[in-house]
């Protein structure tokens, strides 16, 4: 076991660059946690000790607010509780975070932890998307659906396309995907079968196999193949 408390601060310190990394990567929870739990294995501090320090950052640390609501989330070191996590993404939201903005809107818009409120997940999204971190290239991509459908906002196609294409160019596959569609159903004003198939293909290649369907039927109706 480790003793000292600054031992244990630089633990810390080592499980939030996990994260951050994890988060820089557009992973999922569920795979950040494959990882964080992988980390665990080669130290000897158990998960509820490592759980009190982030606690204690987390008083005086945005950064450590929004690790601490996805251990919260995860039941990482603590039980799982859906409210603080949405508590924590929020303070460390509201204090600047991208991250946490990003994650504040899905609460927002999924009702976890919170009640469902299409208006600020759509501001919490819009917030984390120009936050410049990695992972607001997700909240680019979730402000593009909800200018598509108007959802906390009113439908605006044409912007829906923008969120989009900042999303597709920061390499996010499921923007590739959506700006794509964007071409394929007009929402620039008119459709673009050739930039759709350019788009798709970019998001084929990067692992979205949704996009494989699309670019068969624009082959087939185009009689390109």
């Known amino acids: 076991m480790i003793s000292d408390t600054t031992s ?5 310190k080592e499980l939030l660059e996990i994260y951050k990394k994890g988060c820089d990567a557009y992973e999922d929870d569920r795979v950040i946690e494959v990882e964080v739990n992988s980390w665990f294995t080669t130290h000897s501090e158990p998960p509820s000790q490592i759980f009190k320090i982030v606690f204690e950052r987390s008083k005086d640390e945005t950064d450590y607010k929004t690790l601490l609501a996805f251990m919260y989330c995860l039941g990482i070191g603590t039980e799982i509780d859906k409210f603080e996590m949405f508590r924590y993404y929020l303070m460390a939201a509201e204090q600047g975070d991208p991250v946490a903005a990003n994650q504040a809107g899905w609460c927002f818009y999924d009702g976890v932890g919170t009640r469902k409120n299409p208006e600020k997940a759509f501001h919490w999204f819009q917030r984390s998307a120009y936050g410049g971190y990695a992972l607001g ?7 593009g659906y909800c200018y598509q459908l108007g959802i906390g906002t009113r439908s605006n196609k044409y912007k829906s396309s923008l969120c989009y294409r900042t999303s597709a160019f920061g390499s996010y596959q499921v ?3 959506n700006y794509a569609y964007s071409f394929h159903n ?3 004003g008119s459709v673009d079968k050739h930039q759709a198939i350019y788009w798709y293909r970019r998001a084929f290649d990067c692992g979205y196999g949704d996009a494989k369907k699309q670019l068969d039927y624009l082959f087939k109706t185009m009689h390109l193949i």
């Open 186 to 188: 007009g929402f620039r």
């Open 8 to 12: 244990k601060r630089d633990l810390s």
């Open 137 to 143: 290239l997700d909240a680019a991509n979730e402000l």
């Open 175 to 177: 923007g590739k995907y």
